[in-house]
């Protein structure tokens, strides 16, 4: 019965929501038109339908962040998705009205009253409030209670049928078990460091063949031979002249990086009081505790209680005290802003100080790093009137600060400029013959580039990579050697029923469950393990790891465990939650069909008219 009224609540609620959709309105709606269509004996209003429509763009402009054009929401079919819900509904109301179900005066009254757009500032309801806002929806009082009663009882209807269906118990004991049971394995791990490179060298023509067997692995990929010019900072910084006056103000602006006192790195434990705190002082200095301990008896953490570093003067009165002790030194009762407080010195940081003259050429760098950057803004507009005026590569070369250069760009060059990601990426784009562009380069530099030829991939000849192909067959051979080691190892243990002698030592993982996840092994190794019965074998494979794995036991679920009989409540309520709605959903479905449906497509192309 619980669970009955529970669902009976969600439907009041959704019912609710559906009556909150008139909070959308639909002005400019009038005139003698009054429904769309009805279904069975109840008419479709047109302004239900409007707002309806209305809500549904507004709640996909919500998702989206962008306006909907009605074009383009009739393109996506919300107009046709708000009309069959509105069908729906209407026919669950005809429904109700057929079985003689309604609800009573109170009923409707208390749930207006709890309407908050219906309330003033203290809370009580507000007539004028109440009839300011149905006369704006275009609503009379009779009107928007009925749709009220209306979808109180179909809320009532929706929960009886819903509320028939009961939790399927043993289904969801059934899955909680599967879910909850374990198995224990031992295993083994088979690398290429197990095989012993190729006895014998490859015979004459097998690197050719095997170079011809696999091209993909000696092709060059495609590449793009690339003109281009750019001007970093860099560049100008050598030309750029700095004064030492701004040098000087940089300084002091920066003073208190160059120069800065002595710090701590200290914990601080507050105490409820000096009694308190002289107590834990005196358990560490007989050994009786330890700070760390002292700390997880407050049930906090370390990180909770670091100042990190700190001066003497940003301990206040506890400064004196702690720039006394040592490293590893505990100290207090001190004051401090949460009270009295032990101190742990963690690490003693010592003062620094870095004249002007000693600091002077990472602020000249700095410096004339900026203006070089200034420099480069300011010859922006000449350079974009450039290439806009037609200038080419060579032209921009001959005729501005911009250095030229070639590249052969291909995917994982990131020499030279293409150590800039700006220029890889504008190069994996651009194709012969696009317009010159000026880009922007990460540390404020500028660039242009052209692509003056593609050269497509291809097969790298066999002279030019022979110690590639040696190396790709030896690696070949090899992984071919392992996967015969793994066979022989898996019949082995098949007919001997273990692991033996000759293997590499065993892993073992117990309580593996279906959502166990086991690090540095294969992620298809636990699923495939759950296939197969005890004493079974799986063999699994990722990269140039094998693993062999043995299922040793199988553990079922313990039904006295909180955790399984917690999953086969959450299996349940699922499970029944969507039975209920295939439940709902037959029995719409079986409403509508023999519920007769009769729409005015001129009047709802009227309201979609008044939309656009």
Known sequence: MAKSRKRIGTWIILGLLFVGLMGFGATGLSGSLRSIGS???????????????TGQIRAFEAQTG??????????????????????????????????????????????????????????????????????????????????????????????????????????????????????DIRYIRLTPDLIDLPAEPPRPGDLEAFHAANPERFTAPEVKRIDYVWLTPDMLQDSVEVDEEALRALYETRSAE?????????????????????????????????????????????????????????????????FAAGVGEVVGPLPSDIGPALFRINAI?????????DALPDLREELAAERARRVIDQQRETLSDLIAGGADIAELAAETDLEAGQIDFSEGVADGIAAYSAFRDAAAAARPGDFLELFELEDGGVFALAVTEVVPP???????????????????????????????????????????AEMPEPETATGLTRRSFLADLPPGLVEEVFGISPGGLAMVEEGDLIVLARLEAVHGADADDP????????????????????????FMTRIQERTEVALDQAAITAVHSQLQ
């Open 39 to 53: 279904v069975g004996d109840k008419e479709i209003r047109v302004t239900d339908y409007a707002r309806e429509l």
């Open 66 to 183: 962008q306006p909907l054009p009605f074009a383009d929401a009739q393109a996506f079919g919300i107009d046709r998705f708000a009309l069959s819900r509105l069908v729906a509904l209407r026919a669950l109301d005809n429904e109700v009205s057929r079985l003689g179900l309604s609800v009573g005066d109170t009923a409707v009254a208390e749930q207006v009253l709890s309407i908050p757009a219906f309330r003033d500032l203290q809370g009580n309801f507000d007539r004028e409030a109440y009839d300011f806002a149905l006369d704006r929806q275009g609503l009379n009082e009779a009107e928007f209670e009925a749709s009220i009663r209306e979808d109180i009882a179909r809320t009532f209807l929706q929960g009886a049928v819903e509320a028939g269906v009961p939790e399927p118990e043993a289904y969801a004991a059934i899955l909680a078990r599967f879910a909850g049971e374990s198995r």
């Open 258 to 322: 160059f120069n800065r006192p002595e710090r701590r790195l200290v914990d601080r434990l507050g105490m409820p009081d000096a009694a308190a705190a002289e107590d834990a002082l005196a358990q560490i200095a007989v050994g009786a505790a330890t700070f760390d301990t002292l700390v997880a008896e407050r049930g906090i953490r370390l990180d909770d209680i670091d100042l990190g570093d700190v001066t003497e003067t940003d301990l206040g009165a506890a400064g004196a005290g702690v």
């Open 349 to 357: 940081l010592d003062a620094t100080e870095i004249g002007f003259e």
């Open 458 to 500: 291809q097969l790298r000849p066999f002279e030019e990579v022979e110690d590639e192909v040696l190396a790709a067959w030896v690696e070949t051979e090899i992984r071919a050697e392992l996967d015969i080691l793994a066979e022989r190892y898996a019949t082995l243990i098949i007919e001997t029923g273990d692991f033996t």
């Open 563 to 586: 955790d399984v009989a917690a999953r086969a409540e959450a299996i349940g309520s699922q499970a029944g939650a969507a039975m209920a709605a295939d439940l709902m959903s037959a």
